[in-house]
């Protein structure tokens, strides 16, 4: 029988990972997919090929599909996400200059946010008192993981992010390039694009966004309302498909193939050393000093591929934060709905692997790893913390947004 | 006549931007302006007040761009993607050409339109300048592999020149190939038996 084929789209990033392997390694394959990768070299062309169709399925940011039915992009084509392809996996890097500032305000060696904030709000403090000009730091996209992490590590550790430091947007494989040139002071990306700085002797890893937030969101397996709805069972076998590539990739005995594959010129094209530090937790800080976290990129475990409605909505908070859109009851409803994990948990029903029954939970609870109630196993999640111990309830949306206005 | 809008084409292949300046200036636009560094863009854009921005799709600052147009104080109006809602078709021409529109607010449709349609007849006839161009390559490449491969048979095999073509040919033929493979993989054996 012949394979049917889906075309998915993906920016070369280590969190494109899941997507790449599902192909390579022959998952799609036994599922009867034949899955037509294709290389994109901005957002707007996911977007762009997605709302018309050229593509089927992508490799999204995770406020993508909430940004589309909220109207912020230019077609109005409604866009899911039924998968997410990962927890943590950014990093955010400072020039030498920054950091040499930071360390000598107390900055720690191991990227602990809370007083690498501080010694960050000294040096715009010190800065502004100088009258010198603000730091300028770089995101990949505005409705990004990226940006809102940076944002909440910067607001949570007295810096106004609007006002005290300026973000800009740079492509993730020109952040190095511009930080080298000083036209940005840092920037918060996924890997490798912050190691490949340190590597270059031109910057410092500062902190990550799995610091800032224990196992946060970052890029999902997006794709139009309307093709979810018209080929259910593809879509169910390439959640599968994923979902085991997923474990795959996870597994530190592929860990070497996974990175060789990254690594080819036709894939993410950079130094496969660089991606295996990044895929086993042991990054390189700055040349020398290797910080290991486990959960740096997590592929699979802590139910890192379901898509969580508690994470749709975190974005949705943080857009409304940071005035990308207005809180409505209706924009509100519209946010929870980008991601469907009724869609992933059907498609996942019957193959042995363990899938939350809630579709939503409180983020920041989880100190610990706990062992939650599960579809089909034993299931851990978490530790899922915001560094400064607040918590966001879903259920309290209101609240929570009421609080960060301040 | 309606007053002259302007046109900023972004692109960092002087080409392809000559190109696409030449229809537009044919078209009787007198104000165009070809910028191919982003950075450029950020600091010329307030300057320029474009009406209209043509640039290639699969250039990676159309993120870094459209941040700029969603800030107010980069420029004096709002600039957005253009997206003609009554004729779906047209943007899936663009996308399909590799091109992409970004017009100031409350600018009409039907000024758009020409502009646009003009833009993607260019990127078209680009990409198929360019596709031919690496066809004869190839083609170019191809007749040097199958010369020396001849060469190999002559010299090994004591065969003339049409025989040797002749005996690729068939071998090509009998393994359902063609003929640049079989005299690729004839170097290759070559070399690698060779002294």
Known sequence: MGLTQIVAGYVP??????????EEFGFAESEGIALKLVRETSWANIRDRIAIGHLDV????????????????????????????????????????????????????????GPTGAALRSVVAARA???????????????????????????????DPDKEVEIVIVPPPFQADALEARRTDGYCVGEPFGSISVHRGIGRIATTKGQIWQMSPDKVLGMRAQWAQRFPEQLAALLRAATRAARWCEDPANHVALSAMLAREDRLNVD????????????????????TLPDFFVPYSRAANFPWVSHAMWF??????????????????????????????????????????????????????????????????????????????????????????? | MAESLSILVIDDNPIRASIIEAGLRDAGHASVQVIADIDDVARRIGE??????????????????????????????????FVDKSDPAEIEAAVDAGVSAYVVDGLRKDRIKPILDMAIVRFRAYSRLQSELEA????????KTIDKAKGILMSTRGLSEDAAYALLRSTAMNQNRKIVEIAQALITASELLGP
């Open chain 1, 316 to 406: 949705y908070s943080q857009m409304v934060r940071w005035g990308q859109i207005e809180h409505t009851a209706e924009n509100a409803v519209k946010a929870m709905g980008s991601y469907r994990p009724d869609l992933y948990r059907a498609a996942l029903t019957g193959m042995g692997m363990a899938v939350p029954g809630a579709n939503s939970k409180i983020e920041g609870d989880l100190a610990e790893p706990l062992a939650v109630g599960a579809q089909g196993g034993q299931l851990i999640i978490g530790p899922d913390g915001f560094f400064d111990g607040a918590r966001f309830d879903p259920d309290r949306l209101d609240d929570y947004i009421a609080a960060q206005r301040g």
């Open chain 1, 58 to 113: 992508a490799h999204m940011l995770g406020p993508m599909p909430i940004s589309a039915n909220l109207g912020l992009t230019p077609l109005d084509v409604p866009v899911i996400a039924a998968m997410s392809l990962g927890l943590g996996g950014a990093t955010i890097t400072v020039s030498n200059a920054v950091w040499a500032a930071m360390a000598e305000a107390g900055a720690p060696h191991d990227g602990a946010p």
């Open chain 1, 272 to 291: 496969s050393t660089m991606l295996l530090r990044a895929i086993s937790g042991k990054l390189q800080f700055e040349e020398g000093v290797v910080q």
């Open chain 2, 136 to 143: 004869a390559r190839n083609e170019l490449q191809g007749r």
């Open chain 2, 48 to 81: 320029i007040a474009p009406d209209v921005v043509i640039i290639d799709l699969e250039n990676p600052n159309r993120d870094v761009l459209e941040h700029f147009f969603a800030l107010s104080r980069t420029i004096k109006r709002p600039i957005a993607m």
């Open chain 1, 13 to 22: 990033l280590l969190d494109s990972a899941v997507l790449l392997a599902t």
């Open chain 1, 129 to 159: 008192a100088r009258g010198e000009e603000r730091l300028r730091l770089a995101v990949v996209h505005p409705e990004s993981a990226h940006n809102y992490a940076l944002r909440y590590w910067l607001a949570a550790s007295g810096i």
